[in-house]
């Protein structure tokens, strides 16, 4: 019999798990390594409305036994949570009891909440004492707490309306608060872990860098704090860094070693659907799946590579790979990632060049980039001294018709096999589809990207509107 790793992650429409794969993500390292199953719960048992959750979560024992898994212990975790890679098989420290970590966040919200059920639900007694509250997001149980288990789901079917009155009026906890009075009244033995296997309220212990002005490095600081990450009670602050945030960066730096770097940094890097100048990430990964390693001894000239979004992506595809912007990468912007490391030649009035490198969620060293600003209209063309051997052009500049046909004409004199279009069915940029449909010297041989239709962007008012694919590959005739 295997030990069970439980995760909800249902989606309820306000994009609030869209983090949670990070979580399962790092819970299916977790498995792997021990040799657990991975369950995750990802629809509803119940309309939401009668029963929040956090309660469906405590038909744990029917979901296990409708799938037909059997099992030894269960560990019902949060999906707000990443588990550390060296993280130590904590089923071996469970004595076979109910085993859980004490509250380790606000005492204050513990004991508000605490003495608000008690006056509502349980006659104003308190059985337990505040420092031995426990918190419901990292559970372990076993075969001899399904009973318990089953008066959880029971209580709750006989007292709904008294329990959906009193999280209304406490605003304090769900269902965490109740299940520590029903432990205490069913005489259910408590093993406590450390609070390394469930480190809860990382801002109120000082572990989060959410202003700049904090004295402290911006680093995951606290991965030498505990095994378990709990990313709860996380405070507006004037970074915008939310839970969301924090899930997303602690498992891209934990686990950066432990995916290809290439699909890590296409699970996290901005997408269109944020940062609408770049191209989607299915642009980036059907070229991905278009070039292979067929190219990597191939070198790629990006005419319009903006903030190097793309340009990444081209870095582990290419031997070599040349961007093109007509502005200066040293300069200030939120959304330049643009490390210059030397100038390394110049032709006063035409361009300058420069060896980079980019910043990145992964930390890799992108030492295959050139950047050359330039006006890539210029009346002395491009300098075929720096842009030669090239196999493919990726066009991405001006998007009118005449801008458009000047690129392709520029691309065609470097003999290249195939040409990238981006925003070749974007509604606004009309002109460059026309541009590629009208040139006689290339051919689309493959669509790429978003397909026609309508797409949000969270830096847009409107949307985005493609009458045909995002981006079209081209192969020269």
Same mark, same amino acid.
């Not at 040799?35 to 469906?56: F, N």
């Given at each position: 019999?295997?030990?069970?790793?439980?995760?909800?992650?249902?989606?309820?429409? #306000?994009?609030?798990? =869209?983090?949670?794969?990070?979580?399962?993500?790092?819970?299916?390292?977790?498995?792997?390594?021990? #040799?657990?199953?991975?369950?995750?719960?990802? $629809?509803?048992?119940?309309?939401?409305?009668?029963?929040?959750?956090?309660?469906?979560?405590?038909?744990?024992? %029917?979901?296990?036994?409708?799938?037909?898994?059997?099992?030894?212990?269960?560990?019902?975790?949060?999906?707000?949570?990443?588990?550390?890679? %060296?993280?130590?098989?904590?089923?071996?420290?469970?004595?076979?009891?109910?085993?859980?970590?004490?509250?380790?966040?606000?005492?204050?919200?513990?004991?508000?909440?605490?003495?608000?059920?008690?006056?509502?639900?349980? $006659?104003?007694?308190?059985?337990?004492?505040?420092?031995?509250?426990?918190?419901?997001?990292? *559970?372990?149980?076993?075969?001899?707490?399904?009973?318990?288990?089953?008066?959880?789901?029971?209580?709750?079917?006989?007292?709904? !309306?008294?329990?959906?009155?009193?999280?209304?009026?406490? *605003?304090?906890? &769900? #269902?965490?608060?109740?299940?520590?009075?029903?432990?205490?009244?069913?005489?259910?033995?408590?093993?406590?872990?450390?609070?390394?296997?469930?480190?809860?309220?990382?801002?109120?212990?000082?572990?989060?860098?959410?202003?700049?002005?904090?004295?402290?490095?911006?680093?995951?600081?606290?991965? %030498?704090?505990?095994?378990?990450?709990?990313?709860?009670?996380?405070?507006?602050?004037?970074?915008?860094?939310?839970? !969301?945030?924090?899930?997303?960066?602690?498992? &891209?730096?934990?686990?950066? %070693?432990?995916?290809?770097?290439?699909?890590?940094?296409?699970?996290? *890097?901005? @997408?269109?659907?944020?940062?609408?100048? &770049?191209?989607?990430?299915?642009?980036?990964? $059907?070229?991905?799946?278009?070039?292979? @390693?067929?190219?990597?001894?191939?070198?790629?000239?990006?005419?319009?590579?903006?903030?190097?979004?793309?340009?990444?992506?081209?870095?582990?595809?290419?031997?070599?790979?040349?961007?093109?912007?007509?502005?200066?990468?040293?300069?200030?912007?939120?959304?330049?990632?643009?490390?210059?490391?030397?100038?390394?030649?110049?032709?006063?009035?035409?361009?300058?060049?420069?060896?980079?490198?980019?910043?990145?969620?992964?930390?890799?060293?992108?030492?295959?980039?050139?950047?050359?600003?330039?006006?890539?209209?210029?009346?002395?063309?491009?300098?075929?001294?720096?842009?030669?051997?090239?196999?493919?052009?990726?066009?991405?500049?001006?998007? &009118?018709?005449?801008?458009?046909?000047?690129?392709?004409?520029?691309?065609?004199?470097?003999?290249? $096999?195939?040409?990238?279009?981006?925003?070749?069915?974007?509604?606004?940029?009309?002109?460059?589809?026309?541009?590629?449909?009208?040139?006689?010297?290339? =051919?689309?041989?493959?669509?790429?990207?978003?397909?026609?239709?309508?797409?949000?962007?969270?830096?847009?008012?409107?949307?985005?509107?493609?009458?045909?694919?995002?981006?079209?590959?081209?192969?020269?005739?």
């Amino acid at each position: 019999m295997k030990n069970v790793v439980f995760i909800p992650n249902i989606d309820l429409g #306000d994009n609030r798990n =869209e983090p949670y794969k990070y979580s399962i993500k790092s819970w299916k390292h977790f498995c792997d390594k021990y #040799d657990c199953e991975l369950l995750v719960l990802e $629809d509803l048992l119940v309309p939401v409305e009668s029963m929040k959750v956090t309660w469906q979560r405590f038909y744990l024992f %029917d979901i296990l036994e409708q799938n037909e898994i059997d099992y030894d212990q269960i560990l019902l975790v949060d999906a707000d949570t990443i588990v550390h890679p %060296d993280c130590p098989n904590f089923f071996e420290l469970t004595n076979h009891e109910y085993s859980a970590v004490v509250n380790n966040g606000s005492f204050e919200w513990v004991k508000r909440s605490v003495e608000a059920y008690s006056e509502l639900m349980f $006659d104003n007694e308190i059985p337990f004492d505040l420092w031995n509250y426990i918190n419901c997001g990292f *559970q372990i149980v076993n075969k001899k707490h399904k009973p318990f288990f089953e008066f959880v789901t029971q209580y709750y079917h006989d007292n709904q !309306k008294l329990i959906q009155d009193s999280i209304s009026k406490v *605003q304090a906890g &769900t #269902d965490q608060t109740i299940i520590n009075f029903l432990l205490r009244q069913q005489d259910i033995k408590i093993n406590y872990l450390p609070v390394c296997y469930n480190l809860q309220d990382l801002n109120s212990k000082q572990l989060l860098f959410l202003d700049e002005r904090m004295w402290f490095e911006d680093d995951i600081i606290f991965k %030498d704090c505990g095994w378990v990450y709990h990313f709860n009670a996380i405070p507006p602050n004037s970074m915008d860094r939310d839970a !969301k945030y924090w899930i997303k960066r602690t498992y &891209t730096d934990l686990y950066v %070693d432990k995916e290809s770097p290439l699909e890590l940094l296409l699970d996290v *890097q901005k @997408d269109k659907s944020t940062y609408h100048n &770049t191209t989607s990430k299915k642009f980036k990964k $059907d070229l991905v799946s278009f070039f292979s @390693d067929d190219y990597k001894d191939k070198n790629i000239y990006e005419v319009g590579a903006d903030a190097g979004l793309t340009s990444r992506v081209f870095s582990f595809l290419f031997n070599n790979v040349i961007v093109n912007n007509n502005w200066n990468p040293n300069n200030y912007d939120k959304n330049n990632d643009w490390i210059v490391k030397d100038k390394i030649d110049t032709q006063k009035d035409w361009y300058n060049l420069y060896s980079v490198n980019l910043r990145n969620e992964i930390k890799h060293d992108f030492d295959n980039i050139k950047y050359l600003e330039m006006d890539s209209y210029s009346v002395k063309g491009w300098p075929t001294d720096i842009v030669k051997d090239i196999s493919v052009v990726m066009i991405d500049c001006v998007h &009118t018709f005449e801008a458009v046909n000047i690129d392709i004409e520029n691309a065609l004199k470097l003999n290249p $096999d195939y040409i990238i279009f981006d925003d070749y069915g974007l509604s606004t940029m009309a002109e460059v589809k026309q541009a590629v449909d009208n040139h006689d010297k290339i =051919e689309i041989v493959k669509r790429i990207g978003l397909e026609p239709g309508e797409y949000e962007a969270k830096d847009r008012p409107k949307p985005m509107k493609f009458v045909d694919s995002e981006g079209v590959i081209c192969k020269v005739k």
